[in-house]
């Protein structure tokens, strides 16, 4: 089955710096890949998606990029705030045939946003 | 739309005793997905439906547990009968899979403790 990894576990930046956050995923036929960001005692919520026919995608302070030959995918916030401050997990999972699937998820990034 | 609704948010119960989580899917969503939450493991999945037919069970851990889905708006996930192991925060995600982006929105969680 499919694996993911992400690192790191936690990251910790100063207010209006940049975070990265990156993931591994082990089989090549996933082909969708959202992020999900999660705060303390609350559901996880989608932030951005990004499906293997597209290589960058944006969306205001948040960007993910996707290297389907290295089999990795990056989120990258920009221009940080203290309510970006919250567990980040990655995901993977394949679409076939238009229809859906489960999400496998990494362990998880505790991003710490340092005023 | 009121979003996936889950109930009870909270069960604590003892070993041994049955435990019924419920779990009721965004209105016109075909997928549904049953997920688990725990520090050590991180998010799994555990089982999901599409159109209420179970279609990959293999996360489940072990035959105590087992899911149904009778009908478009209602899920059960049913442990019998509950081990401490079993503490978890357990998830209901739904998603519309046909011409969607497999978007899973989550529900609240049940937080279960078993003593």
């Known amino acids: 089955g499919e694996n993911v990894e992400q690192h790191p576990s936690t990251l910790s930046v100063q207010e209006g710096d940049s975070a990265v956050i990156k993931c591994t995923y082990s089989d090549s036929a996933s082909n969708y890949f959202p992020w999900y960001k999660q705060e303390l005692g609350k559901r996880p919520q989608l932030i951005i998606d990004i499906r293997s026919n597209v290589g960058e995608k944006k969306d205001q302070r948040i960007a993910v990029t996707l290297n389907k030959t290295a089999k990795h995918f990056s989120l990258h916030i920009t221009e940080t705030q203290p309510e970006d401050s919250a567990v980040y997990f990655c995901?993977?999972?394949?679409?076939?045939?238009?229809?859906?699937?489960?999400?496998?998820f990494g362990k998880g990034t505790h991003l710490i946003i340092q005023p | 739309d009121a979003g996936v609704i889950q109930s009870p948010r909270h069960e604590v119960t003892e070993m041994g005793q049955e435990v019924t989580l419920r779990c009721k899917p965004i209105?016109?969503?075909?997928?549904l997905f049953w997920y688990r939450q725990t520090m050590m493991r991180g998010l799994e999945l555990l089982i999901y439906?599409?159109?209420?037919?179970?279609?990959?069970d293999s996360g489940m851990p072990e035959d105590r547990f087992s899911a149904k889905m009778p009908n478009a708006s209602f899920s059960t996930l049913k442990i019998q009968p509950s081990e401490p192991r079993d503490s978890a925060v357990y998830f209901c995600?739904?998603?519309?899979?046909?011409?969607?982006?497999?978007?899973?929105?989550f529900g609240a969680g049940t937080r279960l403790s078993v003593l």
């Open positions: 439906f599409n159109n209420n037919v179970p279609i990959d």
């Open positions: 209105s016109g969503h075909d997928y």
């Open positions: 995901a993977a999972s394949m679409r076939s045939g238009g229809g859906a699937d489960g999400l496998t």
């Open positions: 995600a739904s998603s519309r899979g046909r011409r969607g982006r497999n978007i899973q929105y």
